[in-house]
């Protein structure tokens, strides 16, 4: 089977329409990883200033792509956190190492 396709589908359709968020995704995830571990939940002030960052790094990008990019960011990093548990690292919620 072809890797662009799936078993029960036919070939896999690009659902991303904004490629252009998509190739700056690393360079935000990076920019704001640092202030969004210190505000897992950001106040409006907070937020203004990640999304200044943003601007700042991305002064291309419109308004609603800088929230869509800090949208995916945020998500992304608060999947991470959760996948890591509460102790910071891979172990279960019974505290084990996870296999």
Known sequence: MDEKQTRFR???MERRLNH?????????ITLLQPT???HPNPSDTAMYRVM???VAAFPDLGANEIEALLVAVMRTLRE???AMG?????RNPAGRIAA
């Open 36 to 38: 969004l571990a210190r």
């Open 10 to 12: 036919g070939p896999i």
């Open 86 to 90: 509460p102790h910071g690292d891979d």
């Open 52 to 54: 200044q960052e943003l």
């Open 20 to 28: 252009k968020l998509r190739e700056r995704f690393d360079t935000a």
């Open 80 to 82: 991470r956190q959760e």
